[in-house]
């Protein structure tokens, strides 16, 4: 029964092992994924920072790198509280295992004074043969045969145990160095926490100070969204106009063809009545009702979206929170309200601070239907369904209007700024003719 109970919190601790190994690997990625964020907004940041000139991208850039930096703490504090419940694990397992060991360890000792005592082959005959009847000895003898046994099992027991108490020591050692490790992490990435939260504040500081060019650099901020805003509106309403019109023409061919074979079946019906022969038993009397209802159906029933536009935006609408990011890099600005100091800006996207250069992708299949330009660069529009994600800030783009594209697909790369170096990509995403989060679309 002890041997069962060894095997089963061996067991135990193995399972819990690995679901502690898996919760820390996966904390450990997210935390690696964090610093490299955060390190290439730094790189970025120094390059601003080189620019004598103001700029909104300065406070995004340092709003997004304290933000960052927040979750990569609060990232440390998770693997922290793993390691506790590792650790607390681990102690109480090795208490249960020196638990454990003592008990046998009493029993060897048990077993190794009555072996001394019974250690004489007289005294052991003697045993065997002051039985009362064969059957006693042959138990007796099994006895002895058993004890024997069981005794080497004993001290392979013994062996067992502490090898399995040694490692579990060196894991609760290791965990022990880890924690201080993290903790020493932790006091470093808060430091520098406040220092960033402090350059913000000196930032903020200058943009109040400099009122006017703030004021100045806001109000272009606004511009430049309302005038991306309008340019992309339009685009999608002339794609949705374009695809009513689409579906009406349709529905007149439905109808056209519907008085045409209205119009045929009268004609045949006169035929047949001016030469005296009786309505064909195939087709069926004619009646300008039922020929106008014909024609009313084929055009209710057309206007409807087609197959293939319901499945795909079906299918877009089910991959939410699964899309893979149109390029690497950081969000600075998020959809909605965005703050500067005491200054609001509206955002019906999201822009994703890049490298120079850096490849832009379709984040699903569909067709492009616009590719246009402005003074910030190209936006590319492409519909998937009635969905449509939208690309601006493009330095280049290789795909053309009228394209299908899979998800993945290269389909340009990010401009950068003269200004100040940047390269950012504003990303959208609308179902119809309203705007939608993107961030909640795309994978974590």
Do not use: C
Not at 86 to 114: C, G, H, P
Not at 123 to 136: C, D, H, T, V
Not at 268 to 276: F, N, V, W
């Amino acid at each position: 029964m002890r041997l069962q109970h060894i095997l089963l919190i061996i067991l135990f601790l193995s399972l819990s092992a690995r679901g502690y190994a898996q919760s820390s690997s996966e904390l450990k990625k997210r935390k690696a994924a964090l610093t490299r964020e955060i390190e290439a907004l730094k790189k970025q940041q120094n390059k601003i920072a080189g620019n004598k000139k103001l700029t909104v991208k300065q406070i995004e850039g340092l709003n997004t790198q304290i933000r960052l930096r927040e979750e990569k703490i609060s990232t440390i504090n998770n693997e922290i509280r793993v390691l506790d419940s590792e650790i607390k694990e681990k102690t109480s397992t090795v208490l249960s295992l020196k638990d454990q060991l003592r008990k046998l360890k009493n029993e060897y000792a048990a077993m190794i004074r009555f072996a001394q005592k019974n250690q004489n082959a007289y005294n052991k005959l003697m045993f065997i043969f002051a039985s009362e009847s064969f059957n006693q000895a042959y138990k007796r003898l099994k006895y002895l045969q058993e004890f024997s046994e069981h005794h080497k099992k004993q001290a392979v027991k013994i062996a067992g145990t502490q090898k399995v108490l040694g490692i579990k020591i060196n894991e609760l050692d290791q965990n022990k160095r880890s924690k201080s490790s993290l903790l020493r992490s932790e006091e470093v990435e808060k430091t520098t926490l406040s220092k960033e939260k402090e350059s913000e504040a000196q930032q903020l500081e200058k943009f109040q100070k400099e009122e006017k060019q703030v004021k100045q650099l806001v109000d272009a901020r606004k511009k430049e969204l309302s005038r991306l805003t309008r340019a992309i509106s339009n685009a999608i309403n002339r794609e949705i106009a374009a695809e009513r019109k689409r579906m009406m023409a349709e529905a007149a061919r439905r109808a056209a063809a519907a008085r045409a074979k209205a119009e045929k079946e009268r004609l045949a019906e006169k035929a047949r009545t001016a030469a005296g022969k009786p309505s064909s038993s195939s087709s069926k009397t004619y009646s300008p009702a039922k020929a106008k209802a014909t024609e009313d159906d084929a055009i209710a029933s057309s206007p409807a979206p087609s197959a293939e536009n319901v499945k795909l935006s079906a299918d877009f609408s089910s991959n939410h929170g699964r899309l893979p990011w149109p390029v690497e890099g950081s969000i600075v600005s998020r959809f909605g309200i965005n703050r500067y100091g005491s200054v609001v800006v509206q955002n019906n996207g999201i822009d994703i601070r890049s490298s120079a250069g850096a490849t832009v992708r379709a984040v699903f299949s569909g067709e492009v239907r616009r590719v246009l330009s402005d003074i910030s660069g190209h936006i590319l529009l492409i519909k998937h369904g009635n969905y449509f994600s939208v690309y601006s800030n493009l330095q280049s783009v290789n795909v053309s209007a009228g394209q299908s594209v899979s998800a993945g697909q290269s389909v340009g790369s990010v401009k950068t700024s003269v200004d100040d170096g940047v390269a950012q990509l504003h990303f959208e995403i609308w179902n119809g003719n309203k705007p939608t989060n993107p961030q909640g679309w795309l994978r974590r």
